[in-house]
Structures are given as C-alpha cells and as structure tokens.
C-alpha cells in the first residue's frame, strides 16, 4: 500500500515559545481512515494544518505521496481541507459555493455546474442547489462544505472536527454518510475529534495525542469490517475499542491534570 503522507520528525514551536507540537513521526498509508484523538491543546489540529501545507514546520519534513512538494504544486493529487465550521459565502447559493474550487481553477461555468450538482447529490443536497446558505441546517450547511471539498476530488482530505458543533443525532448520520463516501471514492482521509465514539465508528486507525508539548501517545488499529452500522455502535468490539482509548486518553490528560 502506497505511503499519502510521511511526517518524520515534525514539530513546531511559535513565535512566542509555545511548543504547540513535539517532533513526531506518522505515516498515513493510501485508503487508511486516520483519526487524531486528544484533549484541546495536544496538537490536533497544528498537525492537520501541517499536514495541509498551511503552517511551516519548524524541524522535521514532510513527504506527500513521496514528494517534498507541498500538495498545492502537486498537479496530478489533490488535498482538501474541512474546516470545524461550513465556512460558506453567505451570498451565494449553495451550487455556487460548492462551485467555487472549480470556478477559481478556470473550468468551464456549465462543466462546473455539473460537478457540483453531482457533489451536492452525493452528500444527501441533490434538489438544494438554488438554496441560500442561511436556509440550510447547520447540519446540511456541513453537507454543503464537504460537496465543496469533494467537488475538486481530492486523494487526500483532511476534516477539522467538521462535526463537533452538531446534534448527536446528526453527528452520527453524518458519519455514517462520511464513511459511504470515503469507501465510494476511495479517499484516504484525516479526521481530527474529541470524541471517543466516534473515532472507534470511523476510523481504521486512531492516534492519541498528549499535550504539553503536543505529541503522539498511541496508536491503535480498528479492526472491525466495513460497512458499519448502529449494530457496532453497541457492539462487544466497539465497547472494546473505545474503553481501550479512553484509557489513553485519560492517560493524556494526566500531565495537565497533575500541573493543576
């Protein structure tokens, strides 16, 4: 299996001295489902923006699919970034919105058009093209961002607790949606929670982080077979799994527990 991402001694320290990531080393293999778990403040999410190209490392390096080329200068992959929240133009209806990579990159309005359409029916939006974004639920308004990001279809794509601000019953159909599209389009995919359960439900792979500084604690395989379903979700192996994590978890939080 071909090698997405290969960190190696990646850190980084801001201007101000904070050690917001300890050097570590991850590889993300193509197809894998990494999720990164841990308190607030462990370097989740510096990492993912690491990963994205967005923050240069202060030590380390970082290879995308073999290449030190940042993604952006990649032609032939593609990255793809969800924020926490939807990020849309409040102007815009939602086709056009989910238009815009394909505007930016110069592909014909009409071919365009035509991508998004399909984008939004992938994502449960099929008939909302012509929506203002305040119409939609916060739930579909996230439905929307990640049609924007597959529009460009991404090998890679990296998703920033997009989640977090939702219902548990939205929460958990949008994850039951996210993995039908990552088997789909057989993406490979970062996802960054605060939630045990729902790293147990997606991932192939879970990394526990620890803060102070932000590093790599664990790392642990989710076996279970694809697709899953609410029958997991209350399953022996679920249960399992996420008793293991909290675990590490809890371990993670130990430090900063102890400096209080």
Known sequence: MSTVVEATGLAKVYPNGTAALAPVDLSIARGEFVTLLGPSGCGKTTLLNLIAGLVVPSAGSLRWWGSALPPIEQRDRKLEFVFQSPTLMPWARVSNNVRLPLDLAGVPRAEGQRAAEHALAQVGLGGFEHHLPRELSGGMQMRASIARALVNEPDLLLMDEPFGALDEFTRQRL????LALWQARGLT???VTHSIQEAVFLSTRVVVMAARPGRILASRVIDAPYPRDDAFRVSTDFAQHAHALS??????????AAAR
């Open 175 to 178: 994850d039951d949606d996210l």
């Open 189 to 191: 995919v970062v996802f």
């Open 247 to 256: 675990r590490c978890v809890a371990s993670a939080n130990a430090p900063a």
